[in-house]
Nanobody, 114 residues
Framework: QVQLVESGGGLVQPGGSLRLSCAAS????????MGWYRQAPGKERELVAR????????NYADSVKGRFTISRDNAKNTVYLQMNSLKPEDTAVYYC???????WGQGTQVTVSS
């Protein structure tokens, strides 16, 4: 049974930071590229960041470049998203995805508000 479990979301003030985690089970994590997506109310789900299976290659949406960092620990089957300098427009539900098999997590809410 495949499970992707996100954690680390919450309410943060503008300019603050959060670190999201996604723990994977049931997949061969080290061979899967992983990604973080987000979906704001009334908007389509968008790719925020992607990391290759070995962690060497990363890609980011223009809106988060320089503020967000994706990383992974293959020994722990976990992918992370460090989010700094958060803005109100970063408010969304954030989802973890395994590109191997196309699996999704359940999402974690991030709210940036004063």
């Amino acid at each position: 049974q495949v499970q992707l479990v996100e954690s680390g979301g919450g309410l943060v003030q503008p300019g603050g930071s959060l670190r999201l985690s996604c723990a994977a089970s049931g997949i061969i994590f080290p061979i899967s590229a992983m990604g973080w997506y987000r979906q704001a109310p009334g908007k389509e789900r968008e790719l925020v960041a992607r990391i290759s299976s070995g962690g060497v290659s990363t890609n980011y949406a223009d809106s988060v470049k320089g503020r967000f960092t994706i990383s992974r620990d293959n020994a722990k089957n976990t992918v992370y998203l460090q989010m700094n300098s958060l803005k109100p427009e970063d408010t969304a539900v954030y989802y973890c995805r395994s590109f191997w098999g196309g699996y999704w997590g359940q999402g974690t809410q991030v709210t940036v508000s004063s």
